[in-house]
Structure formats: structure tokens, C-alpha cells
């Protein structure tokens, strides 16, 4: 049974997406997480296709936080999604239940901002996709700032990025709102593609989670299945990249990634470099540190965290 004294109170923004999917059963399942509030945002799909997708895994993972449908497109920006490596419902691959409840009918912001305040300690922020609600957080003021612990964010990368050369998806789609977050003060976490591309999901890794013999376990391997062949054959790894489970992991479990502090910088308006996260790592620009970026992973400790969220699971937690 989980016990909330010893527990880190988070809310997790996504858009799921296969990674996400795979960071909501993470987040349900650590005993040192108290997820209260799952938000989406539109990113690897439309907000239709994330909140849905985010619906029906609550709904598998017997998960009951409310779900706030958020951002529907960038801060100022025309949305960009990715089908090409999560298809056309965002969520392509095993049928998943129908979703056992309707969405909160509060917007995203309004409910992570209840969270906040509602809550009797500060409140961890997971971000897996795109940062406009996180944005959009911030600028409710110091009150609901006052109530954010930190941010773990997947997004960024110190080296190159996924969606083009210079940026990685999250960024890219809304570099205005990633710079709003980056210099908006609160503790921050960065676990970019140069940490996220250690989370390979190998052969070995899904062949334990077709082991375990779980619905979860199945559903999962499927996921991969179909994230695997864009990866292999547009960047040539060796299993695809696991990326969003690694900023819920790194919350869970702060030493299960080294990090170091760097000035992380936006580029917004780069005529090749949109979305960049320009990370000083050896202090050049002489910029005050604005996020811990994370650098090496526990990769053995991660995946054992993974397979274990996928399963038997404890009843009532
Ligand atoms: O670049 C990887 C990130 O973009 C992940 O969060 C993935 O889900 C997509 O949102
Ligand atoms: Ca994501």
C-alpha cells in the first residue's frame, strides 16, 4: 500500500503517444509517486487523439486521477504533430479499453492549478510533450508558482535533435513555451534525447515484458512494436528510444540519472535551428545555470522499474 507520508505528490502532463503511454503506467505504479492528475496537450497527435489515448491507458492501468484536456495547438505557432512515428491515432497498435470515465471538464490549466493549491505540499511537475500548459501554469503567478516543487521535463537534447538536426519534438513544437519554462525560475529537470536514447527498448527488454505474462506487459511489447520500425529505420537503433518514462523514473528515483547544472537556452526563431535547447555546458555564455541536464541513466535500474510497473500490480494502490 502506498504510503503518502514518504511519497512525492506529482501531476503529469503528456501527449500520449506511445513513451507517454508508457510514463502514465510508470507513474501508477511507483510506490514513490502520488500521481494526482494526469493533463494533455496536442503533440504526437491532435488534443482529441492525446486525451483519448490518455483516457484509455487510466482506464488499463485502473488508474483514478481526473484527466484535463489542455493546449490544442502551440502559444503562437501552428501545431505540428508526428504520425509519422506514433500514426494516426497518436496511439497506433493494440486495442485499448474504452475509457471508464469522461474527461474532467475543467481545462488543464484550471485543474493543475486546483491541484497545486489544493494540495498540503509542493506538487512535482512531470511534463512528457509539448510545454504550453506548463506555460500556461506559470503565468497564473507566484501563488501557483509558489505551489510547483520542480519540473521534470523530457524534451531537449545537449546534442542533436529528432525532429530536425538542431531540435527535438517537444521543443520544436513550442519553442515559446519551452522558453517561458526554462527561464521561469522553478527548480528544473532536463532529461533530453542524450539521456533518453540509453532507454533503448531492445529485443531483451520486450522479450521480459512478454514474460511476465501481464495484459500490461502484452500491451506494452505491442507499443513498441510499433515505435520500433520508424526508429530502426530512421536513426538505425537498436530498439526505440523510450524517452518520457525517464523523467518519471528521475523523479521517482533522483539518483537513477547523473546530471550536471548548465544554462539551457531556446532558440526560437533559428532559420534551421527552431526549438534548439542550446545547453552551455562548459559555462561559455557565462549565464546563470537554469536546469539540472541530465547526462548518464541507470539504464539496468531503469528498465527494472519499467518491466516492474507493467507487472502484477498491488490491488488498491
Ligand atoms: O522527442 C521525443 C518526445 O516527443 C517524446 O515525448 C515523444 O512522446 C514525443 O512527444
Ligand atoms: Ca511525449
Redesign the pocket.
Known sequence: MRDRRLTVPCVLDC?P?H??AVAILLAAALPELDLRAITTVA??GTLERTSENALRVATLARLDVPIAAGAAAPLSRELVT?PDIHGRTALDGPALPAPDRPLDPRPAVDLLADVLLAADEPVAVIA??PLTNVALLLRRGPEVRGRIREIVL?GGSTGPG?VTPAA???IYVDPEAADEVFAGGIPLRMAG?NLTHQALATDAVRARMRALGTELGRIADEWLDFFAGTYRSRFGLDGPPV??PCAVAWLAHPDIVSSTRAFVAIERDGRFTRGATVVDLHDRLGREPNADVGLELDVERFWDLVIGALGPQEKGV
Open positions: 501527449d503517444g513513451d507517454d503533440g504526437n508526428s512528457t510533450g523530457m529528432n527535438e519534438f517537444n534525447l524517452h518520457d
